[in-house]
């Protein structure tokens, strides 16, 4: 699963509105009504019914408040109980947001605005759950004034907290979290994931995670590439075509399931190689061989009982060498997959002294049938 940036995100919504031509009104009323749908779902979890269900939305001035708007709309027609909460005047909402408001006002679902209830919301205590609709992934810093007093007054409420895209009060890009900051039983993310909720202490801010598509195509737009990706079973089965749930074989050995050749690591940073020989084996495969620098092997003797070291001679200098290509020959012959990982060029001053240990790597390897995978890209 992909996860974007803020300005990404931003983006994606030009793209989508002015280039694919999907009106902002209909991205709107999607996006609240998967909300709307999502609350439905937690209450019939809890309790099999929305019967006594009374629930606060509580809505910004913003796009976020737009898509809360929806959102009651929808809960009403379900049956349940809605009342608005405004940050800030209904007459400060524009856009689509305002074209929400007007309709919400039209329907006759009840409404206070926060700032005239001298910063109390009347018996809160009655409700059963809200909706934090206050701040998108536009704002930008600590909540302050109304905002901040709302996000204060619901935390302290105890009352089960669905949030609109991302918790009002974190940063949707680092997942840093500004005091306050929604405390969410559940973040209906919407379009794609935000970078901000793959992160701590964001992720615990946010609860669970749901994300859903609200009309904005779910893959993204041709020369934009995501800020990250998050492996979960769902990716692997639809990206890799993997399946996530198979069990191994009864009769499955180390034989069984291949074996991967990883050449990395130098003295002085023998961590990316042992991390990465790690990482093969914890992804599953039954054999795992790291070429390394002969003066690197008695540090890492035992280090990983599990895993096959093959050491290449460096002359006594810790570093990898032309001397090199014989040997990862030598091992790519009984891999069925190969991995190069950071260690054996540090940095880029590094790797332009060390342009002929490059083609030492790069030279025997590429003589292989096997998938290659090198991290970073070795420089041309």
Known sequence: MEFVTAEQM???????????????????????????????????????????????????????????????????????????????????????????????????????????????????????????????????????????????????????????????????????????????ELTVCLAFLKAGLTQYPGAKAAGEVVVRYIGIPPRLPVGMEGAGVVLTEEALESELGLDAGRRREPDGHKGTYGHVLLAAGNLPMSGAGLLAAKAALRAGCGLATWALPASLLPHMLGAVPELMLAPVADGGTGVWAMSQQTKCCGCSRRAMCSLSARGWAASRARRRSCAPCGRALRVPLSRTRMPLTSWPRPEA
């Open 10 to 184: 931003r983006e994606i919504d030009r793209y989508t509105i002015e280039e694919i031509g999907i009106p902002a009104v209909v991205l709107m009323e999607n996006a609240g009504r998967a909300i709307a749908e999502e609350v439905i779902k937690l209450v019939i979890r809890r309790k099999d019914t929305l019967a006594g269900e009374r629930w606060l939305v509580l809505i910004g001035k913003g796009n976020n408040g737009g898509d809360g708007l929806v959102c009651a709309r929808h809960l009403a027609d379900a049956g349940i109980l809605v009342t608005l909460v405004y940050a800030v005047g209904p007459d400060h909402l524009s856009g689509e947001a305002a074209v929400q408001q007007r309709i919400a006002t039209a329907l006759g679902l009840p409404r206070i605005v926060y700032a005239n209830e001298a910063g109390c919301i009347p018996d809160l205590r009655s409700y059963t759950g809200i909706v934090d609709a206050l701040l998108g992934t536009g704002a930008k810093g600590a909540p302050r004034g109304v905002y901040a007093s709302l996000i204060a007054e619901a935390n302290a409420s105890g009352l089960p907290i669905v949030t609109a895209d991302i918790p009002s009060g974190m940063d949707a890009d680092t997942g840093a979290v500004y005091d306050p900051c929604i405390q969410a």
